[in-house]
């Protein structure tokens, strides 16, 4: 059989509410040009984010009513650690409400003025985490990681030489941990194999530094090991992940992912040296070390969801799905950052948009585009979210202009994937009228979620 079916059926639905073109405009215009303030009810296909917006399965709402709300010693708590402590090895396991609350806790112990935490490439709340303590988070990726239409099978590995060369640089006494993200968020969900997760583990050994893994998409990072790397086609996803953490001393979560439930996340430690701190710090911001900043009830479909997640079927059909996207619209022309990743496809909106000015923001132009032409929400990552407004007005570039398609789990069928290639089609094929975008307000931190932008129709781009 050629096709891939979607492994599971509906039983319940929410309906989406049609919109025309004529009332898209009308809403973008209300919401300044800033999707984030768009409404999601008038929202057709939401890619905004693949964080939180999976579907549960029939097993994780059952899980819902079993949840046990003790406050200590829940048999959730009990079911959701020994389910992490399977899958990671780890004896230690700290429940948190998302995973920048585990990284928040790590980083307040390990980090601080002087210290350089390196990762393949940090997600931006690590990053902002770890700079918060006065710490520096840098950067190791591999060179094929960084020109999007270059495929390579493992484009989020670790450059082990530049580490290398960053802990010397350092002194390795200032580095209190390096971390792996897998897959690499950051650098368009491309996986790590599992020969660099060795090699950057050989490579921390003789200075005594730890490997973490920041791990929100394991599952689908041990899925394309399963696929592309030599001598792991006949091992199962599970045992693969089993073996990702048996090179790691302790892990990051972010349940949002592939813990497959809406909230949640975890920090896990295989020694026992930072537990008992970091316990005293999830009590403090957290809750009580059996269930941190969640309810029994979303342990339990924690628990459930990270036994769903390593499930091949539903790999098989998840990352096809994605990958269909991409293939679809780049056989088109689109150019995307290849091979599509696990979670996402990411458009190249600076080759797509040639026409348009990195300072007109090519990405934002066509995130609004695709909105108005077909209802569907997605993200720029660009020079509107990495961008900075400086002193004379001006602002600094970011080094790539995006538009991510990230697709939720187990939420959008085969015909919603059909109908985003042809709008992104339809977008492409009269890319040349689309025009570029400038920011009328802006506020000083992060301003992609807040800011308001007009289209510069009429006038010279
Ligand atoms: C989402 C994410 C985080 C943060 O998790 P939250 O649950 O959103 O706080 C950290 N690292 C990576 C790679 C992520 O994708």
């Not at 992940?241 to 975890?266: H, R, T």
Request: hydrophobic letters at 40%.
């Amino acid at each position: 059989m050629k096709t891939i079916i979607e492994p599971f059926r509906i039983k319940s639905v929410e309906p989406i509410r049609m919109t025309t073109r004529s009332e898209r405009e009308a809403i973008l215009k209300t919401a300044r040009y800033n999707l984030f303030s768009v409404p999601a009810d008038d929202v057709l296909i939401d890619l905004l984010t693949d964080s939180g917006t999976g579907a549960m399965s029939a097993e994780q709402w059952a899980g819902v009513m079993r949840g046990d709300e003790s406050y200590a010693g829940s048999r959730s708590f009990e079911r959701f650690q020994a389910t992490v402590q399977e899958l990671t090895g780890m004896p230690h396991v700290l429940p948190t409400h998302q995973g920048r609350a585990a990284e928040k806790i790590l980083f307040a112990l390990v980090g601080g003025p002087g210290k350089l935490i390196p990762n393949n490439t940090h997600f931006d709340t690590t990053r902002a985490n770890i700079e918060y303590t006065g710490a520096t988070a840098s950067d190791c990726l591999i060179p094929e990681g960084k020109i999007p239409s270059v495929p390579y099978p493992f484009k989020g590995n670790m450059d082990v030489a530049a580490l290398v060369d960053a802990i010397k640089a350092h002194g390795p006494e200032n580095v209190p941990l390096c971390m792996l993200t897998v897959t690499n968020n950051s650098s368009g969900g491309q996986p790590v194999s599992m020969a660099n997760i060795q090699a950057v583990k050989a490579a921390l050994a003789p200075f005594g530094i730890p490997l973490y893994l920041d791990c929100c998409r394991f599952a689908e990072n041990a899925y394309f090991i399963q696929q592309r790397e030599p001598g792991y086609a006949d091992r199962t996803v599970k045992s693969i992940a089993q073996e990702m953490f048996s090179y790691a001393d302790g892990a990051l979560m972010s349940a949002k992912k592939d813990g497959l439930a809406n909230i949640g996340g975890f920090l896990s430690l295989r020694a026992d040296t930072l537990v008992e701190q970091a316990r005293q710090l999830l009590i403090l911001t957290e809750g009580f070390p059996t269930y941190g900043g969640l309810a029994g009830r979303d342990l339990e479909a924690i628990a459930q969801g990270l036994t769903e997640v390593v499930e091949e079927d539903y790999l098989r059909y998840r990352i096809r799905s994605v990958a269909y996207l991409g293939e679809a619209i780049s056989k088109a022309g689109v150019p995307i950052i290849q091979p599509p990743g696990g979670h996402a496809v990411y458009i190249d909106a600076g080759a797509m948009l040639a026409h348009l000015q990195p300072q007109t923001f090519p990405g934002q132009s066509l995130a609004c585009e695709l909105y108005l032409e077909a209802g569907v929400r997605s993200c720029e990552i660009g020079s509107v979210m990495f961008g900075k407004q400086g002193p004379d007005g001006r602002s600094s570039l970011a080094p790539m202009e995006l538009v991510r398609l990230a697709i939720p789990r187990r939420v959008y069928t085969q015909s919603h994937i059909d109908y985003l290639a042809e709008a992104i089609i339809q977008v492409y094929d009269r890319r040349h009228e689309l025009v570029g975008y400038r920011i009328v307000a802006q506020p000083q931190f992060l301003r992609h979620f807040t800011a308001a932008f007009e289209p510069m129709t009429g006038v010279s781009r």
